[in-house]
């Protein structure tokens, strides 16, 4: 699975928009991004993934560039909750395992 | 739909001592993981199995033992602890069908070994 890197840490206000790089810029063409997240002592909880297009959900959206070769997580109107190390990973398909690394620590603020 | 739960959440074991962490889930997922994090740093995987009867090593599996006897359990055996495997370990499970399958993970347990 490509590499990524990430921030180590990022702060938001309550209420603005979060914006978290990733850059891979070794993903191969049938790589997914995947973004999860950890809030304090929890398990990770997945967010949303994409392979090409922009994705949107109920939690996120997920811009990747037109090369692949980074992507951003979008948290449109971040709150406290939102506080917690956030993993971008890329996987070749469904059925192979994660690989997370550090992640950023994302820190919302009143 | 209880999800992914594990027991214990808190355990500290004595040096060569030994002991299993359960966890089990209730979605009829095919795949199971298990994995550790230690302080400041990502998931580990240790072991994970694609269905009941198989399992297979992961990135850190020395010291461990896992079986996949039933769909729903996948415990995580330590045969002789050492401080080394003082960590928090997360067990996940994931339908293992289609291109985009997605982990989802227990509440943890937290082992320290003295």
């Known amino acids: 699975d490509a590499k990524t890197t990430q921030p180590t840490s990022m702060d938001c206000a309550e209420g603005r928009a979060a914006n978290l790089p990733c850059n891979h810029s070794?993903?191969?063409?049938?790589?997914?991004v995947y973004w999860y997240r950890q809030i304090h002592s929890q398990g990770p909880q997945y967010i949303i993934h994409?392979?090409?297009n922009n994705e949107t959900n109920e939690m996120a959206s997920l811009i990747i560039t037109e090369d692949r070769k980074s992507s951003t997580l979008i948290l449109p109107h971040a709150t406290l909750r939102d506080t917690a190390v956030y993993y971008c990973?890329?996987?070749?398909?469904?059925?192979?395992?994660?690989?997370f690394g550090k992640g950023t620590m994302l820190l919302v603020s009143p | 739909n209880a999800g992914v739960t594990q027991t214990p959440k808190f355990r500290i074991l004595k040096i060569g001592q030994s002991m299993t962490l359960q966890c089990t889930q209730d979605?009829?997922?095919?795949?199971m993981y298990w994995y550790r994090q230690d302080p400041g740093m990502g998931l580990k995987l240790i072991y994970y199995?694609?269905?009941?009867?198989?399992?297979d090593k992961g990135e850190v599996p020395n010291g461990y033992n896992v079986s996949r006897s039933t769909t729903e359990d996948f415990p995580l055996r330590l045969e002789l602890a050492a401080p080394s495997q003082t960590s928090v370990y997360f067990c996940?499970?994931?339908?293992?069908?289609?291109?985009?399958?997605?982990?989802?993970f227990g509440p943890g347990t937290r082992l320290t070994v003295l």
């Open positions: 996940a499970s994931s339908p293992g069908q289609g291109m985009t399958d997605t982990q989802y």
């Open positions: 199995s694609v269905g009941a009867g198989i399992t």
């Open positions: 990973i890329v996987r070749f398909s469904g059925y192979s395992t994660l690989t």
């Open positions: 070794t993903i191969s063409g049938n790589e997914y």
């Open positions: 979605m009829n997922h095919n795949y």
């Open positions: 994409g392979l090409k």
